[in-house]
C-alpha cells in the first residue's frame, strides 16, 4: 500500500479518491476550492494546504486538473508538486490534455530525477464512481508495471499506449471519434425528420447495420427524448478537440473535420449549452435546418 498524494478532487477526482482509499492506500489530497478537500477527508485521507505538500508526504502523486495550464501550474508552478517531490517518486497526471504539455512536464519530471506517466481516463463520473475507468497510459514500460495495480483500482482497462504524451495522444483519439460521430448523427437526424421520417424508426433501421455504433446507441435515443442532460459536458468535448487541433498543427497534421466540429462546439458554448451534453451537437446541425429531430407529428418546421 503506497502514500498518495491526489491533487484534484472535482467530479472525477472526488470518486476516484476513493476507490484509491477503499484498495488501502493512504491519501494526502490538494484542490484549490476548501470544501472538496473537506469532503474527501477522512479516514485514511489527510489534507494538504499545498501541492507541494501533497508531494512532500507521498511517493506517488495523482494530478486530475482540469487542462494543461492548471496542470502546468500544479506540477510545476509555485508550491507546486516538482518543489516537494522526491528523487524516485512518481507523478500519474490523470486530466485529459495536450500531449505536448504531458511531454514538457514529463521532461521537467525526468530533469528533477522524479517519474512521470500521463494517464487520462474515459467512462466519465459513473465510471469514476464504480472504479471501472478505461486507462490510457503513456510512459516507461518500467514506471507502467509498477504503476499498474494502483491504476487498476480506478480503472477495468489499463493500457500502456507508448511514451509519455501516447496517453493523451491516444484519449484525443478517441474524442475525435466520439465528436464527429455525434456530428454526424445529427445530420442525418435532421435529413430523415426533414423529411418527414420518425427519427426513432430511421435510428432502428440503422443500428443493427455498418453505422451502428457504442455512440449511436447512447446518442440518438438522448436526441430523440431531447435530453441533453450532461454524461459529457461540451465544454469538456471543445477542450478536448481544440488540444487534438494543437497537437495535429504541431505534427503537420490536417483534421478538416475535427475542426469543423470543434467550432461547433466552440458556437454552441458562445449560445450557454456549455454544460449540455456533447449530444446537443445536434442543436447546431437544427438551427440551421430549422427543425427539430421529433417524429413527424410534432415537426416544428
Ligand atoms: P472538474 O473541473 O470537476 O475538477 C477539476 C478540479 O481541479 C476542480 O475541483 C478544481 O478546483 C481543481 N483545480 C483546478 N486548478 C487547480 C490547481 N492549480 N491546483 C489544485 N486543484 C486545481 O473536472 P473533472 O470533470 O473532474 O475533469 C478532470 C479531467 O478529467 C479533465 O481533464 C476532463 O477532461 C477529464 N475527464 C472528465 C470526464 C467527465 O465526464 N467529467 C470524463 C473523462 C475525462
Known amino acids: 500500500m503506497s502514500n498518495i498524494g491526489f491533487v484534484g478532487l472535482g467530479i472525477m477526482g472526488g470518486p476516484m479518491c476513493r476507490n484509491l482509499r477503499k484498495a488501502g492506500h493512504r491519501l494526502v489530497v490538494y484542490d484549490i476550492v476548501p470544501a472538496l478537500v473537506e469532503r474527501v477527508t477522512g479516514d485514511g485521507v489527510s489534507p494538504a494546504g499545498t501541492a507541494r505538500e501533497?508531494?512532500?508526504?507521498?511517493?506517488?502523486?495523482?494530478?486530475?486538473?482540469?487542462?494543461?495550464?492548471?496542470v502546468e501550474q500544479a506540477i510545476l508552478g509555485p508550491a507546486g508538486?516538482?518543489?516537494?517531490?522526491?528523487?524516485?517518486?512518481?507523478i500519474v497526471d490523470m486530466s485529459s490534455i495536450s500531449?505536448?504539455?504531458?511531454?514538457?512536464?514529463?521532461?521537467?519530471?525526468t530533469a528533477k530525477g522524479v517519474r512521470f506517466l500521463d494517464a487520462p481516463v474515459s467512462g466519465g463520473?459513473?465510471?469514476?464512481?464504480?472504479?471501472?475507468l478505461a486507462i490510457m497510459v503513456g510512459g516507461e514500460t518500467k514506471v507502467f508495471e509498477e504503476m499498474e495495480p494502483v491504476l487498476k483500482s480506478m480503472g477495468s482497462?489499463?493500457?500502456?499506449?507508448?511514451?509519455?504524451?501516447?496517453?493523451?495522444?491516444?484519449k484525443l483519439a478517441n474524442q475525435i471519434i466520439v465528436a464527429c460521430n455525434i456530428a454526424a448523427m445529427g445530420e442525418a437526424l435532421v435529413l430523415a425528420s426533414r423529411a418527414g421520417l420518425d427519427p426513432d424508426v430511421v435510428f432502428n433501421a440503422i443500428k443493427g447495420g455498418l453505422a451502428g455504433s457504442t455512440v449511436l446507441n447512447a446518442k440518438a435515443p438522448m436526441v430523440i427524448s431531447r435530453n441533453f442532460k450532461a454524461g459529457f459536458r461540451i465544454r469538456l468535448h471543445q477542450k478536448d478537440l481544440r488540444n487534438a487541433l494543437l497537437a495535429?498543427?504541431?505534427?503537420?497534421?490536417?483534421?478538416p473535420l475535427t475542426s469543423t466540429v470543434q467550432q461547433m462546439l466552440m458556437a454552441l458554448m458562445n449560445q450557454g449549452k456549455?454544460?449540455?451534453d456533447h449530444s446537443a451537437i445536434v442543436t447546431f446541425i437544427e438551427e440551421m435546418a430549422g427543425i427539430e429531430v421529433k417524429p413527424p407529428a410534432q415537426a416544428s418546421a
Do not use: F
Open 54 to 70: 501533497a508531494a512532500e508526504r507521498s511517493e506517488i502523486v495523482i494530478t486530475m486538473l482540469p487542462d494543461g495550464p492548471e
Open 274 to 276: 456549455g454544460d449540455l
Open 248 to 255: 495535429a498543427e504541431s505534427m503537420k497534421v490536417a483534421l
Open 99 to 109: 500531449p505536448l504539455v504531458a511531454q514538457k512536464v514529463g521532461a521537467a519530471a
Open 81 to 90: 508538486v516538482l518543489e516537494g517531490a522526491r528523487p524516485g517518486s512518481t
Open 125 to 132: 463520473e459513473p465510471k469514476a464512481v464504480d472504479g471501472t
Open 157 to 170: 482497462s489499463v493500457t500502456l499506449t507508448g511514451p509519455v504524451g501516447a496517453g493523451n495522444v491516444t
